[in-house]
């Protein structure tokens, strides 16, 4: 079983800046295509930016030059670093994986997203 938690949301003001982070079970990091996904109020849930084994990544045209995914295999935990904050970019963030899954999702392989965080809060102010 495949267990995800985010942290490190919260409140900024637009132009600001915040990291996320997502610990995962196991060796889930080093194993699965990984992704950062948010879904704002009223919004259908949106893929935001992607990583897979061998370190591909994949960003969406919204977030692409503000918006950096990493992750750190040793330490079990994939990041996002968010840049240049927008009110549109405010949501609910969630980190998603599936290690047995082998789909292409972006230019990424090996990608699934059976397995998903509870979700951390980002709110951007104008």
């Known amino acids: 079983q495949v267990q995800l938690v985010e942290f490190g949301g919260g409140s900024v003001q637009a132009g600001g800046s915040l990291t996320l982070s997502c610990a995962a079970s196991g060796n889930t990091i080093a194993r699965s295509c990984m992704a950062w996904f948010r879904q704002a109020p009223g919004k259908e849930r949106e893929g935001v930016a992607g990583i897979d084994t061998y370190g591909s990544t994949s960003y969406a045209d919204s977030v692409k030059g503000r918006f950096t995914i990493s992750k750190d295999n040793a330490k079990n935990t994939l990041y996002l670093q968010m840049n240049s904050l927008k009110p549109e970019d405010t949501g609910m963030y969630y980190c998603?994986?599936?290690?047995?899954?082998?789909?292409?999702?972006?230019?990424?392989?090996?990608?699934?997203?059976?397995?998903w965080g509870q979700g951390t809060q980002v709110t951007v102010s104008s």
């Open positions: 998603a994986a599936d290690p047995t899954k082998g789909g292409s999702w972006f230019g990424l392989v090996g990608c699934g997203w059976g397995y």
